[in-house]
């Protein structure tokens, strides 16, 4: 990611400062925007170019866009079973339930705001429908994967083609953490708990007084 979404000063939503005015110094620029991220070092990284939001965006008026010094990998937060796995789908299945057909369209809408660029909602659907636009990008991401990048037969498409690795990403961890148990710490493998069933009985005969028990005294290793 080279941009980011940034929000104005002020001074700047007050219309004194407008977008990509070279007034504003560096470390102004920079004090004002410490507060703007959670990570305040991020505020030392912007470049001195920004890029005001068309007149119909609903954050035109408070935030713009700021280019990066340095390319930067985002965070996605993505809201529970939204993007759920994919042998859910039934990607093959032409009458799918409607419990499928819902999943379907909540997972093609994630991935279409991901990487699939529009200025209004209804360009990522077809027909309608979320799923028939996803479905028909990954068609043609297929068939384009199978020809040469210099292929005159490859069609277009507006759908980013690493998104489509990167969702298979998402989808082999998913994979992992439901298929693949974790392996058992040796120590754990050999330690046994002789914790007494009365916590209020001392575990320490030679120092009654010391109120803080010893941790050796409940556990025991096996050797």
């Known amino acids: 990611m080279l941009y980011k979404k940034k929000?104005?000063?002020f001074r700047e939503m007050a219309g004194s400062v407008g977008v990509g005015d070279d007034s504003i110094s560096d470390d102004e620029d920079e004090e004002g925007d410490a507060g703007d991220d959670c990570d305040n070092n991020m505020a030392q990284h912007y470049e001195k170019e920004k890029y005001a939001f068309?007149?119909?965006?609903?954050g035109?008026?408070?935030?713009?866009?700021?280019?990066?010094?340095?390319?930067?990998?985002?965070?996605?937060?993505?809201?529970?079973t939204k993007l759920c796995n994919?042998?859910?789908l039934e990607i093959k299945s032409e009458n799918p339930i409607d419990d499928t057909k819902e999943s379907r369209e909540n997972y093609a809408k994630m991935a279409l705001l991901m990487f699939y660029p529009f200025r209004h909602l209804n360009d990522l659907k077809k027909k309608g429908s979320y799923w028939k636009k996803f479905h028909r990008e990954l068609k043609i991401w297929k068939i384009n994967?199978?020809?040469?990048?210099?292929?005159?037969?490859r069609k277009h498409t507006k759908f980013w083609e690493r998104g489509f690795q990167i969702l298979q990403n998402m989808q082999d961890t998913l994979t992992m953490e439901k298929k693949v148990?974790?392996?058992?710490d040796p120590i754990t493998m050999i330690t046994q708990c002789e914790?007494?069933?009365?916590?209020?009985?001392?575990?320490?005969?030679?120092d009654e007084n010391d109120p803080v028990s010893?941790?050796?005294?409940?556990?025991?290793t096996k050797m």
């Open 195 to 206: 914790q007494p069933d009365d916590p209020g009985t001392k575990t320490r005969q030679n």
């Open 54 to 58: 068309v007149d119909t965006h609903p």
């Open 60 to 80: 035109h008026s408070f935030s713009h866009l700021a280019k990066l010094k340095l390319l930067v990998i985002p965070k996605v937060a993505l809201p529970q």
């Open 214 to 220: 010893d941790i050796l005294q409940f556990c025991s």
């Open 7 to 9: 929000y104005k000063q």
């Open 181 to 184: 148990k974790r392996a058992r």
């Open 145 to 153: 994967r199978k020809r040469s990048k210099k292929s005159t037969k």
């Open 86 to 88: 994919i042998k859910d």
